[in-house]
C-alpha cells in the first residue's frame, strides 16, 4: 500500500507541476523584431524565429539610393538557418505579382542579442554584425510584435515592434510602378 501511495504522490506531483506561459526565452532563440548595426543606419533587417523556422524582412537601400525590401523565409537550427532564397516582390494591376529570387540570405545566432547575416544580392554579397535595435525600453510580457497581412490581399504587410511605452511599425508596400518601398515610424499607442 504505501509504494502505490508513493506512486501516486509523485504521478500527482508531475502532473500538477508549475504551469506558465512560455517567455519569449522559450519560443525563440533570438529576440524577434528589428536588428540592426549601428554603422549601416537606415538600413535593418526585422527578423521572427519559432521552433525550426526563420523568416526575415531586410529593408535596405538599391544601388540607385531608393528603398527596397526583401524577404526569406527557410530551416532554423541551433545556429541560425542555412542559404535562405531572398525575394525581390512585385505588385501590378491593384494585386501581387509574385516574387523573384535575387539573391542570399543567411542568419547565423551567435547568441540571445547578437547575429550575423550574410547576404548575397544581384551580384553583391557582405556580412553584417547584428543586434536588437531599441527603441523605447524592456520588452513587455504580453508582446504584440510580429509580422501582420491580410491573407486576402496577400504581397505586402506591417510589422510591429513593442517596447516599453513604445510601438514601432513598418508598412511594406509599393510604389505606383509596382517596385517595393518600405516606410516607417514610431510612438506610444493610443489607450483604449
Do not use: K
Not at 542579442?113 to 554579397?125: K, R
Amino acid at each position: 500500500m504505501p509504494r502505490i501511495l508513493v506512486l501516486l504522490l509523485l504521478l500527482c506531483g508531475l502532473l500538477a507541476g508549475p504551469a506558465h506561459a512560455a517567455s519569449i526565452a522559450d519560443r525563440s532563440p533570438i529576440r524577434p523584431g528589428i536588428w540592426w548595426n549601428a554603422q549601416r543606419a537606415g538600413n535593418g533587417f526585422e527578423i521572427y524565429a519559432r521552433p525550426g523556422e526563420i523568416a526575415a524582412i531586410w529593408f535596405t537601400y538599391a544601388s540607385d539610393g531608393r528603398a527596397v525590401w526583401y524577404s526569406a523565409q527557410g530551416t532554423r537550427g541551433a545556429a541560425g538557418s542555412g542559404s535562405m532564397d531572398l525575394l525581390r516582390h512585385r505588385w501590378s494591376d491593384g494585386r501581387y505579382a509574385g516574387a523573384t529570387v535575387v539573391g542570399s540570405l543567411r542568419i547565423d545566432i551567435i547568441g540571445n542579442e547578437s547575429i550575423a547575416a550574410t547576404w548575397q544580392v544581384d551580384g553583391a554579397d557582405g556580412r553584417w554584425a547584428l543586434v536588437p535595435f531599441a527603441f523605447g525600453g524592456a520588452s513587455p510580457e504580453i508582446d504584440h510584435s510580429g509580422i501582420w497581412f491580410d491573407p486576402t490581399n496577400a504581397g505586402w504587410g506591417l510589422t510591429l515592434a513593442e517596447q516599453g511605452q513604445t510601438l514601432a511599425a513598418s508598412l511594406y508596400a509599393y510604389d505606383a510602378s509596382g517596385a517595393p518601398v518600405w516606410f516607417t515610424g514610431s510612438g506610444a499607442p493610443a489607450s483604449s
